[in-house]
């Protein structure tokens, strides 16, 4: 896949999946702004093979078996370094160190975010949609989430203009909340892109949410 250096996308997740993706993801973000690559870091935490085993081998081949199912199922799978990361999710202080994507990604997109209300009034969903059609009018990408409301009304009207839409979603990538909007998960990465910074299978909590909102923040350039 263009962009992705394997080995170093092996890296990351075997370092995430064993020191947590908060901790450890922070580390490894603060590690490469340094020079320092995730092979390095894993290498450094894990330590030197010995005659029994190798431990860096071995979390690699794990990783590598993630990797690959994952792929197989159509996610993208994208670690800081690879040329497709979001441009603007870089500058970003607490930008995730791992992203999962469906879609077309365009690493230099041009967008504004749309978000709102779940239980948005007529007029919102009229607004929202006038907003949508004005940014694909203007050649810009529209960002949401793909949460009810506010968020759908978004991602539909962009649709309907032939414009493309990007969504940051608070759960797992093969996860859809709401439920009901799973055709709209799948119109959205056709239509564009779907990102997540979470394991493709985690369900939402009361903390993936608001991790989420920061990466449609961060589109509004």
């Known amino acids: 896949m263009v962009g992705r250096d394997g080995t170093e996308t ?13 901790k450890a993801g922070r580390e490894l973000v603060q590690a490469t702004m340094q ?25 690699l081949h794990r990783a590598d078996q993630e990797v690959a199912e994952w792929e197989r199922d159509g996610i993208e ?48 969903r009229a607004a929202a949609e006038a907003l949508a059609v004005g940014l694909v009018e203007r050649g810009l990408t529209v960002v949401s ?27 797992g990538i093969r996860r859809h909340f709401p439920p009901q909007n799973r055709e709209l998960h799948r119109e959205v990465a056709a239509h564009g892109a779907v990102f997540s910074q979470f394991w493709p299978d985690q369900p939402h909590d009361k903390t993936t949410f608001p991790q989420r909102n920061g990466r449609d923040c961060c589109r509004i350039r």
């Open 10 to 22: 092996e890296a990351v997740v075997a370092l995430l999946r064993r020191g947590g993706v908060e």
């Open 35 to 59: 020079g320092q690559s995730a092979l390095s870091v894993l290498a450094a935490r894990l330590g030197p093979p010995d005659l029994i085993c190798d431990p860096v081998a071995d979390a």
């Open 77 to 124: 799978v994208i670690s800081l370094k690879d040329t497709r990361y979001p441009n603007r999710l870089r500058d970003v202080f607490d930008r995730p160190a791992l992203l999962f994507a469906r879609g077309t990604v365009v690493p230099d997109d041009l967008g504004a975010a749309i978000v709102g209300s779940r239980n948005v009034s007529p007029v919102g």
């Open 145 to 171: 989430g793909l949460a009810a409301g506010v968020d759908t009304a978004a991602h539909n009207a962009a649709i309907r203009a032939g414009g493309r839409t990007v969504a940051f979603v608070g759960t």
